[in-house]
């Protein structure tokens, strides 16, 4: 879900970005992060807990905490709620920890 109207703020919508989230085709808008990308599409499970292996997902979404890493373009532990989506680039869950 993408907030379309707000009676202060504005939303330009920009050019559509194609990237591969699980394998499978998914798009965003430039200037967006990975998180806000997915979250649009209604896709909030991002990896999984260490010890209790429960779904997570984002938690501060301003690249404090690590609820959001993943494994963008095979580089592991990507904060996903900072990082701008690229044409192309290639997201996976951590199951449940990226390794070095």
């Known amino acids: 879900m993408r907030i379309q109207q707000h009676p202060i703020l504005k939303f330009k919508k920009e050019n559509r970005v194609n990237f591969l989230f699980e394998g499978k085709e998914v798009y965003g808008y430039e200037g967006e992060t990975i998180a806000a990308s997915l979250h ?3 896709i909030w499970e991002y990896g999984e807990g260490a010890h209790s292996h429960t779904p997570r997902g984002l938690f501060c979404a301003i690249g404090h905490c690590s609820s959001c890493l993943m494994k963008v373009d095979g580089v592991p532990n990507t904060r996903i709620c900072v990082t701008k ?3 192309g680039m290639i997201v996976e869950k951590q199951h449940p920890r ?3």
């Open 40 to 42: 649009a599409l209604g």
């Open 85 to 87: 989506i690229k044409e």
């Open 98 to 100: 990226g390794s070095l």
